[in-house]
């Protein structure tokens, strides 16, 4: 069987995201998938939000940040997104990797923007809800993100 890679479904062109357009990541669908099968996830979508959706973003602790809507506190979907994280990734747990999408609050790796209960901004510290439970589950799991994968060494370390 071929070899089987998560992926943010946004990064496979998919329109997904939450104003309908994709991120298509054409490493990804045009050189990997010809050596990988690929397992798409859209954690916003698959939770129940929607296309479109509204906005949502990393509030508050920036290690332990909720995860709401970006113009409605009230919109909170942390607990959803976790839940459906830990799900996922014991689904997953016979992947050989993940490829997840950069700068999003549900799939975000790393650097992902937080702001405090005021919305005032604490900088590019946080990781995304689902990224972080995932990688928790998983912790063997080789992961990437987009942006880094136009990094020559880091493309050829991560296959
Ligand atoms: Fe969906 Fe993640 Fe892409 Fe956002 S970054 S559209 S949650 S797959």
Known sequence: AQIQIGISACLMGDEVRYDGGHKRLPFATDELSRHFSFIKVCP????????PRPTIRLVGDPIHPRLQGSNDPSLDVTEAMQVFASDTARQLNHISGYILCAKSPSCGMARVPVVNDAGQGLGKIGVGIYAKKLMETLPLLPVEENGRLNDVHLRENFV
């Open 44 to 51: 916003e979508q698959a939770i129940g939000m929607g296309v």
